[in-house]
């Protein structure tokens, strides 16, 4: 059994990627669902909510039951954040989570934008040993870890490389191997990131639309002293809004994790961040189609409706971890393959509106021409999972969303159109 921690912001794709990986290097079966199963994505966020809801527990104030927290969950790449509440023992998300590239890594771009202003243009072109950018970079870190105000100067040790491409230069910002960081430079270089990411929290609590009895900071970026001193300003005299940052907010993910993984119930239901469908034809109906999409099918004798987006979930809906969504379908050859699609709000009409986002396939490999298969789509997981089913059997077929337009590696013969139970009479795409 495997767990790997992820952002939660990551795409369905960029999480089947993963899957991917973990399938060439022998730890998942592609075959295999009870091997599928045993590999899982502990979302960052969701991780830090159950650590922070053990933690709790063990202390004078825990968590009551029916109270609200939000989390901040502030690494080096992103910045997440998702809503809960406490219900029976579980954790119920409210909203769906957000969040940004407003990591710490990003502290750092603005860190060499600053230097380079220092050191001139093109200055690592003059640089010869590739330790010196490596010592560099770890100078940096320790002089970002021991940044405990934004208001005072501070001195950053520099390469001696760099020491000699600042004198060839003519450079006099640096004195005795050291560069003067003033207070002013500082907030230029850490304030961006940190309002970026107090607008995260503002959105969140503004979608909430009522006050949270919580507010966790956790992650790596969280034990910076000037960003919970800003966030604290911030957020931490808001009425009834208890502001918190653990002792080690870094470890609250791979903790949080290792609890989660344990028990993955603690997570009650979770809240869907996109409207998930597949491409289809309707009958053409007059209220409610648009006449610009009426087409005439080969074989058929009534009208379509071409462009129909077929939505299996919607932005925002809340979801049981177990909640599947089943489509039945009729093959007609030997792959049967459904166009899929995403939506960034709930309602959607037709696949071509402006946003549709074509994800990519779904495909079920090896059927026989007549085969009705029931295809499960899991969106209560940590990520979405995909199962096909012989119907009124038990035999299980390969099945895979593949992302974006390549799919010569896994279909060698022409697509073929799908169709689905004869009662709902839709074709798909």
Not at 33 to 52: D, G, I, K, V
Request: proline share 4%; glycine share 6%.
């Amino acid at each position: 059994s495997y767990c790997l921690t992820i952002p939660a912001i990551w795409s369905d794709h960029e999480k089947q990627r993963m899957v991917d990986i973990a399938e060439t290097v022998g730890l998942i079966d592609r075959n295999s669902l009870h091997s599928q199963l045993n590999f899982r994505f502990a979302l960052e966020p969701e991780a830090a909510a159950t650590y922070m809801f053990y933690t709790m527990s063990q202390q004078k104030k825990p968590i009551l039951d029916s109270e609200t927290f939000l989390i901040v969950d502030c690494g080096g790449g992103t910045v997440d954040l998702t809503s809960h509440r406490l219900k029976d023992g579980k954790l119920k998300e409210l909203l769906p989570g957000d969040g940004g590239t407003c990591g710490s890594m990003k502290v750092d771009v603005n860190f060499m934008d600053w230097l380079d202003g220092i050191m001139g243009p093109y200055w690592k072109d003059d640089v010869s040993d590739p330790d010196t950018l490596i010592e560099l970079d770890s100078n940096w870190e320790n002089f970002k870890c021991a940044t405990l105000s934004l208001d005072r100067d501070m001195l950053l040790r520099l390469p001696d490389e760099m020491l000699t491409i600042a004198r060839c230069r003519n450079i006099k910002h640096i004195r005795r191997g050291k560069v003067k960081v003033n207070s002013d430079d500082l907030k230029h270089i850490f304030l961006p990131v940190f309002e970026e990411i107090a607008m995260l929290v503002e959105k969140q609590i503004s979608l909430f639309g009522d006050t949270y009895d919580y507010i966790f900071l956790v992650g790596g970026f969280a034990e910076s002293i000037p960003l919970t001193n800003y966030l604290m300003s911030k957020f931490g005299s808001v009425p009834k809004v208890m502001f918190k940052r653990p002792n080690n907010p870094g470890q609250a993910i791979i903790s949080g994790a290792i609890l989660y993984a344990a028990d993955e119930s603690i997570i009650s239901t979770r809240r869907i961040r996109r409207t998930y469908g597949v491409g289809c034809y309707k009958l053409f109906n007059n209220t409610i189609h648009t006449d610009s999409k009426k087409v005439h099918l080969p074989g058929k004798t009534s009208l379509y409706c071409k462009d129909v987006f077929d939505t299996f979930v919607k932005y925002g809906d809340e979801v049981k971890t177990d909640h599947v969504v089943t489509r039945e379908y009729t093959s007609l050859g030997q792959n049967l393959l459904l166009e899929f699609y995403e939506y960034s709000k709930p309602d959607i009409s037709y696949t071509d509106v402006f946003g549709c986002n074509k994800l990519g396939k779904i495909v079920v490999f090896d059927l026989l021409p007549g085969i009705k298969v029931d295809v499960n789509l899991h969106f209560g997981k940590d990520s979405l999972r995909i199962e096909a089913r012989e119907k009124g059997a038990n035999k299980i077929y390969p099945a895979k969303i593949i992302y974006g337009s390549n799919l010569g590696s896994f279909i060698s013969e022409q697509e073929n159109v799908p169709l689905p139970s004869e009662a709902s009479r839709d074709i798909h795409m």
